[in-house]
């Protein structure tokens, strides 16, 4: 055991084993990697209490699922919530009930299903090992506002493990150059049908993918109306595999197209369905940036993040500039250089987070082949 202070919390932790940082290890322990993923939550938890109804004195609740040693639990109690740590493992609720113990926290040993279909709580946080799929239907019933999620099962999600992918999350899951974005719409895609079965409507207001995990935030709404609303942003995308056209069509059965409608291929692959709606509400994602502070360790990694996160046009898919430059046997410009060429041409285009060069645009592959030939 060892004592860390992360946000300017104190806490004790047990340091990580082998295989824990990349996700490949369920041990109770600090994995190090996953402080961007706190450091947002906890600017994501100061930016919704800002949100909340202002007449509203009571402090919000906060339960994190799947706490491990509790780490995330003791920040989000220093941010003033009330907080409970739920876990199935003895030696986790031990640990976590001593990283509470100077809050007024609480932590419990119990599955996060039965605690979660027995009690709500207005902030869910689920970050288990591996996927959320088995706690989805516990967790948004028992979400009152703001449900935040976690998977690290990336290669089922992008299509990687195609198999596993659609038997979990229910959907069929394409492994293409947008890999990342293929894996946060097919997570997207799977909790918003769990929510709709209940009634219950989410909407994404911040996302990101970061290295080995997605990661969701997502405004809860008990209403049936709403839930139709959600269920109307799910659909497919159509994506050519020897020319890189996609395009999309909304409905939850797909209409996938006989030939690739730019270079007439056959070689046109159907993914979903996917949530093909915004990934994050841009003004609360710019009020998410304004919380972060210079005492958080990844605090100038997530200000990048959330920068180009609300700036991101939020349509799908994105496009890779590398991958697109070897498809047409030209070399790669700079990537400022790249856009700029784009919104030159009358294109809507920005950077997107999921990689260095990869970006989003309103046009075509035609389109942004046309738009970018002066940069050979």
């Given at each position: 055991m060892?004592?860390?202070t992360?946000?300017?919390?104190?806490?004790?932790?047990?340091?990580?084993?082998?295989?824990?940082?990349?996700?490949?290890?369920?041990?109770?322990?600090?994995?190090?990697?996953?402080e961007?993923?706190?450091?947002?939550?906890?600017?994501?938890?100061?930016?919704?209490?800002?949100?909340?109804?202002?007449?509203?004195?009571?402090?919000?609740t906060y339960?994190?699922?799947?706490?491990?040693?509790?780490?995330r639990?003791?920040?989000?109690?220093?941010?003033?919530?009330?907080?409970?740590?739920?876990d199935?493992d003895?030696?986790?609720?031990?640990?976590?009930?001593?990283?509470?113990?100077d809050?007024?926290?609480?932590?419990?040993?119990?599955?996060?299903?039965?605690?979660?279909?027995?009690s709500?709580?207005?902030?869910?946080?689920?970050?288990?090992?591996?996927?959320?799929?088995?706690f989805?239907?516990?967790?948004?019933?028992?979400?009152?506002?703001?449900?935040?999620?976690?998977?690290?099962?990336?290669?089922?999600l992008?299509?990687?493990?195609?198999?596993?992918?659609r038997?979990?999350?229910?959907?069929?899951?394409?492994?293409?150059?947008?890999?990342?974005?293929?894996?946060?719409?097919?997570?997207?895609?799977?909790?918003?049908?769990?929510?709709?079965?209940?009634?219950?409507?989410?909407?994404?207001?911040?996302?990101?993918?970061?290295?080995?995990?997605?990661r969701t935030?997502?405004a809860?709404?008990?209403s049936?109306t709403?839930?139709?609303?959600?269920?109307?942003q799910?659909?497919?995308?159509?994506?050519?595999?020897?020319?890189?056209?996609?395009?999309?069509?909304h409905?939850?059965?797909?209409?996938a197209?006989?030939?690739?409608?730019?270079?007439?291929?056959?070689?046109?692959?159907?993914?979903?369905?996917?949530?093909?709606g915004?990934?994050?509400?841009?003004?609360?994602?710019?009020?998410?940036?304004?919380?972060?502070?210079?005492?958080?360790?990844?605090?100038?990694?997530?200000?990048?993040?959330?920068?180009?996160?609300?700036t991101?046009?939020?349509?799908?898919t994105?496009?890779?500039q590398?991958?697109?430059?070897?498809?047409?046997?030209?070399?790669?410009s700079?990537?400022?250089?790249?856009?700029?060429?784009?919104?030159?041409?009358?294109?809507?285009?920005t950077?997107?987070?999921?990689?260095?060069?990869?970006f989003?645009?309103?046009?075509?592959?035609?389109?942004?082949?046309?738009?970018?030939?002066?940069?050979?």
């Open positions: 060892t004592e860390i992360e946000g300017g919390v104190t806490v004790t932790v047990e340091e990580a084993r082998d295989g824990a940082s990349d996700g490949t290890s369920d041990a109770v322990f600090y994995n190090p990697e996953m961007l993923n706190r450091d947002v939550t906890v600017a994501v938890l100061r930016a919704h209490a800002d949100r909340r109804e202002p007449h509203r004195e009571e402090r919000a339960v994190d699922a799947t706490a491990a040693s509790g780490v639990a003791a920040r989000a109690a220093a941010e003033g919530y009330t907080v409970t740590a739920a199935v003895p030696d986790a609720v031990a640990l976590a009930r001593e990283n509470l113990a809050t007024d926290g609480e932590a419990v040993h119990r599955d996060a299903n039965a605690l979660l279909h027995e709500s709580f207005d902030v869910v946080d689920l970050d288990p090992y591996g996927s959320p799929v088995p989805a239907d516990a967790a948004v019933r028992g979400t009152r506002e703001l449900l935040c999620v976690t998977a690290t099962d990336t290669a089922p992008c299509g990687a493990h195609f198999e596993s992918g038997r979990r999350y229910r959907t069929t899951p394409r492994n293409t150059e947008y890999h990342p974005e293929m894996g946060l719409r097919v997570l997207l895609s799977a909790l918003a049908r769990t929510a709709a079965k209940h009634d219950v409507a989410v909407e994404p207001v911040c996302s990101h993918v970061s290295r080995h995990y997605v935030y997502l809860v709404d008990h049936a709403r839930a139709n609303e959600t269920v109307a799910l659909g497919h995308v159509h994506h050519c595999q020897d020319c890189l056209f996609r395009e999309h069509d409905g939850l059965l797909a209409d197209p006989d030939a690739c409608p730019n270079c007439e291929g056959n070689r046109v692959v159907t993914a979903g369905p996917l949530w093909l915004e990934i994050a509400d841009s003004g609360f994602t710019e009020a998410v940036h304004a919380e972060i502070t210079d005492d958080m360790g990844e605090a100038a990694r997530a200000r990048r993040l959330l920068d180009t996160v609300a991101e046009l939020g349509r799908p994105h496009y890779d590398h991958r697109l430059c070897e498809l047409w046997g030209r070399p790669a700079g990537m400022a250089e790249f856009v700029a060429a784009l919104r030159d041409a009358g294109h809507a285009a950077r997107a987070h999921y990689s260095g060069t990869a989003e645009t309103d046009a075509d592959v035609a389109e942004i082949r046309a738009a970018t030939a002066h940069l050979d």
